[in-house]
């Protein structure tokens, strides 16, 4: 199947890369489906979604409700975190396929990227599966793969998944979707990450506490207050604050006192009277 016309359902700031490149592909997207617009800021005032502003100005017509994708006269729906359930009815009538960044049936679910560096993965890539009831159950129609860099942070590891999955959606669409292949494997699932997922246990081994930073928001506690550690390194020796861990000690470089912007750890730490004995987690 080589689609002619699309609709486009997606809502944060990852799911605009898509959107433009299938544009620019030449594809006819005949709608596109995000989320209401939302209160942002201290005004209060009301904002699109980033993938309903690029939708403007592009001139693509937007829709808040996915059952108007059955009226678009479109031959197949793509979907790129859209972060909303897709009814049976709707999956019925129209074809949709899911550009999901993992390795299916591995890290189903909302937070794929921050599983696979968590669980201290060394590989993840992007499927573009189909859309099932299930969740991310459907078979897989193309893939890529890519390498997790030891230091890499999950904002960057989903840019460059971002760039690999666009290409790889774009070229898919354009040969034509062939039969999708079954999952095969043991499914893990990617529940989405809560605080105690991010708190930092001194006594844990140095490479787990790397990987929540990783992450990105990993925090601890400071005389009582919410400390967070926004950079950390396995090899000290640069101009950070050593801190000890479970296995090896840990070297900070970026942190966030509370009620304070992100900054060197040196920085903090010379603002902060530190001494060698001193340790977060208080």
């Known amino acids: 199947m080589r689609p ?8 944060p700031a990852m799911s605009v890369p ?10 006819d997207i005949r709608l596109v489906v995000t989320n209401p617009d939302t209160r942002r800021g201290r005004g209060g ?7 309903k502003a690029a939708a403007v100005d592009l001139g693509i017509p937007v829709s808040h409700t996915v059952d108007d994708v059955l009226d678009a006269g479109a031959d197949l729906g793509v979907v790129v975190a859209f972060g909303r359930i897709i009814r049976p009815h709707v999956l019925a009538e129209l074809p949709m396929v899911n550009l999901h960044f993992s390795l299916l049936p591995r890290w189903r679910g909302a937070a794929p990227v921050e599983r696979a560096i968590l669980a201290g993965d060394e590989r993840t890539g992007v499927d573009l599966m189909v859309v099932e009831e299930g969740l991310d159950t459907g078979a897989v129609h193309a893939r890529t793969e890519l390498d997790i860099g030891p230091d890499e942070t999950a ?3 989903r840019a460059r998944l971002v760039d690999a999955g666009t290409e790889l959606l774009v070229s898919t669409l354009q040969s034509g979707l062939g039969e999708p292949t079954p999952q095969v494997g ?3 699932y990617a529940h989405k990450l809560g605080p105690d997922d991010l708190r930092i246990d001194w006594h844990a081994p140095a490479e787990r506490i790397h990987r929540q930073v990783r992450v990105g928001g990993a925090w601890t506690t400071l005389a009582g207050e919410r400390f967070k550690v926004w950079r950390t390194s396995l090899q000290p020796g640069g ?10 000690p840990i070297e900070l470089l970026e942190v966030q006192p ?3 912007a992100r900054m060197a750890a040196s920085a903090w730490a010379n603002g902060a009277r530190w001494s060698d004995g001193d340790r977060l987690g208080t």
């Open 45 to 51: 005032k009301t904002a699109p979604s980033p993938v």
């Open 4 to 11: 002619r016309s699309l609709v486009y359902l997606g809502t």
């Open 258 to 260: 509370a009620g304070k």
């Open 186 to 188: 043991e499914p893990e």
């Open 18 to 27: 898509p959107l433009r490149a299938l544009h620019a592909a030449g594809f």
């Open 239 to 248: 101009d950070g604050v050593v801190h000890p861990t479970g296995t090896a």
């Open 155 to 157: 904002e960057e590891l």
